[in-house]
């Protein structure tokens, strides 16, 4: 299993970024998707998750009308698009894999089976 996260880099505030999350080794459609992430001397906290037809998402407060999570089952990817940057996204970001039969999307990082490596995001101000 892999997931490998792409996309991050340094931007000033109120620019755009989208992150992709390539998935191989497992079944993707199958699986929940969600976005995490990570900023220095924090916990890792939900970013976005998507179910596995992409019918269903769900977004964090901070991150909501600015981030959109998409996923494309033909091409085993993720996305993350995040517009309206603003220094505190400033964080590591991580893909995460989630097998269910249900529908609701978790928030909480031990809900997930797979993790990518992460890419950072830094926000200048």
């Known amino acids: 299993v892999q997931l490998q996260a792409s996309g991050g880099g340094l931007v000033q505030a109120g620019g755009s970024l989208k992150l992709s999350c390539a998935a191989s080794?497992?079944?993707?459609?199958?699986?929940?998707m969600a976005w995490f992430r990570q900023a220095p001397g924090n916990e890792r906290e939900f970013v976005a998750g998507?179910?596995?037809?992409?019918?269903?998402?769900a977004h964090a407060e901070p991150v909501k009308g600015r981030f959109t999570v998409s996923r494309d089952n033909a091409d085993n990817t993720l996305y993350l698009q995040m517009n309206g940057l603003k220094p505190e996204d400033t964080a590591i970001y991580f893909c995460?894999?989630?097998?269910?039969?249900?529908?609701?999307?978790?928030?909480?990082?031990?809900?997930?089976?797979?993790w990518g490596q992460g890419t950072l995001v830094t926000v200048s101000s």
């Open positions: 080794g497992f079944t993707f459609g199958q699986y929940h």
């Open positions: 998507i179910n596995w037809s992409g019918s269903n998402t």
């Open positions: 995460a894999a989630r097998r269910t039969f249900g529908n609701s999307i978790k928030v909480v990082t031990s809900e997930y089976q797979y």
